[in-house]
């Protein structure tokens, strides 16, 4: 069985730029979720969709963090304008029942 | 609070045991979980337990739960050199179905 893909694997970009990250969950999970990981911390959830409507985004800095999840499947994190502590690791995860499973993660570092 | 709590650091000889311990908060918690993460990786399900269980064991891993407590244990049983890495563990809170995570122990294996 395949894992959760992400992409890219690492990305440096300057303060104010813009950045995408993409993840394709495990086949037939209807859960996905954002983590954002800083470093010496635990994963913080950011949003949580179920198929492709939001179910949390609590946590979800929503003036420069936007999440899709178009056709159930794929999603996309965005970040516009970045900070410079939104330096972190970005966690997909995806789940069927409660176990989530993760994928290795996108290390963005904010200049 | 919210907290899930794990001593930082942990040193072992290779070959000893290892015992990773953690506090949680949420007496009424459904899924307990240990999971490790590896330089540059994602975080990688290890094992879990469910709360009306007191005790798993797979291989070389033992997960112990105290209710009453509220704690965690997971020991390595032979520590390896590859078993060096951080081991989170998480909560999922049955009010919500989040999963909160600890700050994650960092394992050091001695020659």
């Known amino acids: 069985e395949a894992g959760v893909a992400q992409s890219p694997r690492y990305k440096i970009i300057e303060k104010r730029q813009s950045v995408a990250f993409w993840c394709n969950p495990i086949s037939g999970h209807a859960t996905l979720y954002w983590y954002q990981q800083i470093l010496g911390q635990g994963p913080k959830l950011l949003i949580q969709?179920?198929?492709?409507?939001?179910?949390?985004d609590s946590q979800l800095p929503k003036d420069r963090f936007s999440a899709e999840r178009l056709k159930g499947v794929d999603s996309t994190l965005k970040i516009q304008p970045a900070k410079l502590e939104d330096s972190a690791v970005y966690l997909c995860?995806?789940?069927?029942?409660?176990?989530?499973?993760f994928g290795p993660g996108t290390r963005l570092t904010v200049l | 609070g919210e907290d899930v709590e794990q001593s930082l650091f942990l040193s072992v000889r290779e070959g000893d045991s290892s015992v990773i311990n953690c506090t949680y908060t949420?007496?009424?918690?459904?899924?307990l979980y240990w999971y490790k993460q590896e330089p540059g990786a994602g975080l990688q399900l290890l094992t879990y337990?469910?709360?009306?269980?007191d005790m798993k064991q797979d291989q070389r891993l033992t997960v112990l739960l105290n209710k009453k407590d509220k704690h965690l244990s997971l020991r390595i049983a032979d520590t390896q050199t590859g078993d060096s890495a951080i081991y989170f563990c998480a909560e999922v809170q049955n009010r919500d179905d989040k999963i909160i995570f600890g700050k994650g122990t960092r394992l050091h294996i001695l020659p």
């Open positions: 995860a995806s789940s069927l029942n409660s176990a989530r499973f």
């Open positions: 949420d007496s009424s918690s459904t899924y």
């Open positions: 969709f179920q198929n492709n409507g939001v179910v949390d």
């Open positions: 337990i469910f709360s009306n269980m």
